[in-house]
């Protein structure tokens, strides 16, 4: 089993920075390929971004790429999401999420593991 925890969700202006954390438990983090994802109100969850357990090249979803990193301590079992240049369609609730093998996915029915998620609200 392996337990998630997100933190770091705010209020925050637009063109603002945040940084998501996420601690993971239960596992062998560093065997794990970690993600991000996103569900605004109304919409279907979404995939943001992710990473192996070797950091090697993040994969981005298209909306975010070039304004947010994804990036692991596996010495802390923390994953991190950082935003920059936040706007208001990038108001959401955050969800970490963790998948075993050696495939880095953007289809979250991929990812076994799920946290409770963090809010994060960009003010226009």
């Known amino acids: 089993q392996v337990r998630l925890v997100e933190s770091g969700g705010e209020l925050v202006q637009t063109g603002g920075s945040l940084r998501l954390s996420c601690a993971a438990s239960g596992r062998t983090f560093s065997s794990l390929i970690m993600g991000w994802f996103r569900q605004a109100p109304g919409k279907e969850r979404e995939f943001v971004a992710a990473?192996?357990?070797?950091?090697?090249?993040?994969f981005y979803a298209d909306s975010v790429k070039g304004r947010f990193t994804i990036s692991r301590d596996n010495a802390k079992n923390t994953l991190y999401l950082q935003m920059n240049s936040l706007k208001p369609e990038d108001s959401a609730v955050y969800y970490c999420?963790?998948?075993?093998?050696?495939?880095?996915?953007?289809?979250?029915?991929?990812?076994?593991?799920w946290g409770r998620g963090t809010q994060v609200t960009v003010s226009s």
């Open positions: 999420a963790a998948k075993s093998g050696i495939v880095v996915s953007a289809r979250q029915n991929d990812y076994g593991y």
């Open positions: 990473i192996r357990w070797n950091p090697g090249s993040p």
